[in-house]
């Protein structure tokens, strides 16, 4: 359980109309794993809301930070991640159906209730990269920039070395 939010998604929320504001913390995240690993918290905002037609949806965003080893430069990178949450939430699959493709749908039937935490769980790791990496701007150009003149210095002293051999011996 998270203070501020629900366990379950139910009817009761769009009765009320109040938006689900809360900070998750890393610790209540258990399935986003390597190459990436939670850190601090997540915000939490969503809204259930009935538009004209009493059709009921949930809009929102979660949003955070993961980290993990960026494949680029290989330093620790911290990655920000932010899911768009837009579900229209329907009683069954064939009312759900009709809002395809344009919008995803949650089934919430009364049997069936959606664990709330399950979803923001799977709304970042929907959201996550397909690798962790530096944005490029925040990607350590000092380091890539070292790292091929050393390679550079090392491949080229034997020679220098051997240069200055030749020249005692003259
Ligand atoms: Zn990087």
């Not at 701007?137 to 070395?161: G, I, L, M, S, Y």
């Amino acid at each position: 359980m998270v203070s501020g939010l629900p366990e379950y998604l139910d009817g009761r929320l769009w009765t009320a109309g109040k938006p689900l504001v809360a900070e998750v913390p890393a610790s209540a995240l258990r399935r986003v794993s390597a190459p990436f690993r939670t850190v601090g918290s997540y915000a939490v905002d969503l809204h259930p809301v009935t538009d004209e037609f009493g059709r009921r949806w949930l809009k929102g965003t979660i949003s955070g930070r993961v980290r993990g080893i960026c494949q680029r430069c290989l330093e620790d990178a911290e990655i920000p991640v932010q899911a768009q949450v837009d579900y229209a939430c329907v009683k069954s699959e064939a009312q759900g159906r009709e809002f395809e493709p344009d919008h995803d749908y949650l089934l919430m039937t009364d049997e069936d209730k959606v664990p709330l935490l399950d979803l923001i769980e799977d709304e970042i790791l929907l959201a996550l990269p397909m690798i962790p990496r530096h944005s490029e701007e925040d990607c350590a150009p000092a380091n890539v920039a070292e790292a091929a003149p050393v390679v550079e210095e090392t491949d080229r002293k034997p020679f220098a070395d051997l240069a200055d051999l030749l020249k005692k011996q003259e």
